[in-house]
């Protein structure tokens, strides 16, 4: 009986322990998409469900072995597109810097990714461009079972967004335009600020 009450209080304390981790994400959540719905209305689509990180190994461009469930902790703005990055590719990359260098003091919450699923050379002088970003080839195939584009889309087509648990949690829509990096900046300004209570910069 005393077994048992042991254990019982164990799992008790387990799934309380889980739930004041669980909390603040689904506190930010909650307000991004259920209080004040009407002034809430995201122009990137949610996820559901939310997909982690797959526990693989990348490498990055020198070859070194980078887990991917060591992204975890910043937001990510992510990207792929193989290593000839062509003209898409380029505005996405740019895209993704400029939104991040716009979010001012809060820029160090979130880091900006470029996921290549292939093993082609990138060119040098895109090389020294990606500098402050995260860059990792990565199995197509694991992205494949991580990460989906809208039907009709290619991988390559979206930028996504990563929270700091490392779950998939929204895709934004094809054309990098000047009207849609309008959109995504506010969409992730209001994700920051959702999850102001619980998400520092920093890992």
Known sequence: MADEQRTRSGRLKM????????AP??????TYYVVRPESRRSYG??????????AVTATDLDGKPVALPSLQGQWLLVSVAGGACDAACEKHLYLQRQ???????DRDRVDWV?????NVPVRPELAAAVQQATVLRVDP?????????????????????????????????????AD????????????????????KAGR
């Open 45 to 54: 689509e949610l996820i559901e469900p939310q997909k982690p990180l797959p």
């Open 114 to 118: 470029w996921l290549v699923p292939d």
């Open 15 to 22: 799934l309380l322990v889980m739930l004041v981790c669980a």
């Open 180 to 199: 849609a990096a309008a959109k995504l900046r506010r969409d992730l300004g209001r994700l920051l600020r959702a999850s102001a209570g619980w998400d």
């Open 25 to 30: 994400v689904l506190a930010s959540y909650f």
């Open 141 to 177: 195939q694991v992205l494949a079972q991580w990460l989906a584009p809208a039907p009709g889309h290619a991988l390559s087509d979206h930028i996504y967004v990563v929270d700091p648990l490392g779950h998939w949690m929204m895709r934004f829509p094809p054309g990098a335009d």
């Open 99 to 105: 939104l991040r260098e716009g979010l001012g003091k």
